[in-house]
């Protein structure tokens, strides 16, 4: 075997990962468990991110009428998607389907939060509460497995900003077929607007 100092190695004889001669500065090499990988951002390898959304309809004097009935929490709009989590592969995981207001989680395992807020355009009949009840499906289709519920108090009235958030375990069914949410009240008609969303992976299932 020949004698060859490892500074006169070049691509691709180096001990180094493959493509270290011309990777970007602040990238590390990340196996993919197959025999190959790809150079990475450090400061985004896969493991936590977030994203926001909004609705961009029920602004202004446009509210949406919730009542003793659950009417599904809409958005329509990505605010802020550049802190989405990252695959093995580099590409990113979405946290919300805007097409169907579906929240969607990486993996099972996961520690996820999130955070909802509205403000109450109006009442008319009295309500006292808005409920926020976190449903799951089994099958892709029907929303219906009750999550996660909690109540916020109307008591401050026209104009208060609602803020939620939640912090829960990603079950297999939620990692395969995602959440919705639905909100409702106890009584009359709570009119909200400025409906926003903030989806968090904040733990890497391991």
Known sequence: MANVQHSSLSDPELHEPKGVSTAAAN?????NGSGSGAWTAVN?????GWGQYSNATYVGTNALAISTTDVLLPFDTNVNVTQLPISLTGSTTSLMNLGTETLQFVSAGDLHSITFTFSVYSIVGNPTIIDLKLYGSSDGST?????GETTVSLAKGTGQ??????LFAVTSNMATHGARVALKTNTGTANIINIGLISARVHKAR
Request: charged residues 10%.
């Open 27 to 31: 990238t590390v090499y990340l196996a």
């Open 161 to 166: 900003v609602i803020t939620e958030s939640s």
């Open 44 to 48: 985004r390898t896969p493991g936590t």
């Open 143 to 147: 929303y219906a497995t009750l999550l």
